[in-house]
């Protein structure tokens, strides 16, 4: 029953998160590698967007070209954090304002007080953190995405979501000071969600390796091999159509202050699948039912299959009550002494057993 209601509630919730519902994850921060890039994921999230009419402004560090299903894209290659500050403002207003003339030509008598929300997608964060550890810079990189956050004051009630990537494999200088943390780890204590993508490949040799006890294989730059920047998947691991797709490893902080901590399986959405209402299924599954990584239940043989056999694992009723009737040592201890009398070694001479009086005196 607690594994059932674990499955639903933790499906709920990779449900809200992609699809940003009820405002679960004001700051989302995905990190990424280069044996399993976070692109999947920020097309699930425009999917999903689009599916909802949820407007994504989308903060283009790398991505040269506008994705399908974004409303506004932002090229941010040549400008100051203060003018992409600017630019997702403006966005935010514009859509705002749409949001208020959508519920004006609303009919009368229907529910008004749902409010709208926008997504803002941010495709790398590599170059404002490298910026923001220059100390001349003058980028604050908590402020600069707080101010993301921040509504506009025409339509206070706008609810403003902000996904952001980053690249653990991607160098860069430390800050001046020794005792100041990195971006990184800050923006992991302020985000509420951390979602970490994993290679499925990877994860699957890994699993082989613990299975047979053996010293789990090591990819990419973890090879610490010259020249080699991402590693090779075994022809072992070589995944059926359906079964393609990354592992999402999330970690969701409550308002509460609890975390909820579970392993996803994301497939890869096909092109070619249909645009009806059966795009509303949820595709996304726990990694604990993918077919290479369910486990298998042990089958409890019952005790008609036990008689044949040449010893019996069970008890009869007759050594059930011998045993019941047993009285061990410390029972005996109990009863005569009490407690607060310490220790005491009780034991019956036998026959064969020389008392001698003195060392008793002793």
């Known amino acids: 029953m607690s594994q059932q209601r674990r499955r639903t509630h933790n499906l709920l919730l990779i449900s809200k998160l992609l699809g940003q519902r009820d405002h679960v994850s004001p700051f989302t921060l995905v990190s990424d590698s280069l044996e399993q890039t976070a692109k999947p994921l920020l097309r699930e999230y425009c999917r999903r967007a689009k599916l909802s009419k949820t407007p994504i402004i989308f903060l283009s560090f790398e991505t040269f070209f506008k994705p399908a299903d974004v409303e506004t894209f932002v090229a941010c290659f040549d400008q100051s954090p203060l003018q992409i500050s600017q630019a997702v ?150 995944l059926q159509p359906e079964d393609r797709g990354l592992v999402l490893e999330v970690e969701h902080r409550r308002r509460s202050g609890r975390g909820v901590l579970e392993w996803y399986f994301l497939p890869v959405v096909t092109k070619q699948e249909p645009t009806n209402t059966q795009v509303f299924r949820e595709i996304v599954t726990l990694l604990d039912d993918h ?33 019941e009737g047993v009285v061990l040592p410390y029972f005996d201890a109990q009863k005569t002494g009490g407690g607060g009398e310490g220790g005491r070694i009780l034991y019956d001479m036998g026959v064969e057993d020389d008392f001698d009086e003195e060392e008793d005196d002793i």
């Not at 486990?295 to 056999?309: F, H, N, Y």
């Open 89 to 238: 403002a403006g966005a935010i207003a514009a859509i705002s304002a749409s949001s208020k003339r959508m519920q004006n030509r609303r009919i009368v008598g229907r529910s008004t007080d749902s409010c709208t929300g926008c997504v803002v997608l941010i495709d790398s964060l590599t170059t404002l953190e490298v910026v923001s550890t220059r100390p001349n810079a003058g980028l604050n990189l908590t402020a600069f995405l707080s101010s993301l956050l921040q509504p506009p004051k025409q339509n206070s009630q706008l609810q403003i979501s902000v996904v952001a990537v980053h690249h653990t494999d991607v160098p860069f200088d430390k800050s001046t000071s020794s005792y100041a943390p990195t971006p990184f780890s800050l923006l992991s204590y302020l985000a509420t969600t951390v979602i970490t993508v994993h290679s499925l490949p990877i994860l699957l040799a890994e699993k082989a390796a613990r299975d047979r006890s053996q010293a789990m294989p090591l990819f990419g730059l973890s090879e610490e091999s010259e020249g080699v920047l991402i590693g090779l998947a075994s022809k072992g691991n070589i």
């Open 291 to 323: 077919p290479h990584f369910r486990k298998q239940r042990e089958e409890q043989i019952p005790d008609q299959e036990l008689t044949g056999m040449t010893f019996e694992l069970g008890l009869t009723n007759r050594q059930r009550q011998e045993r």
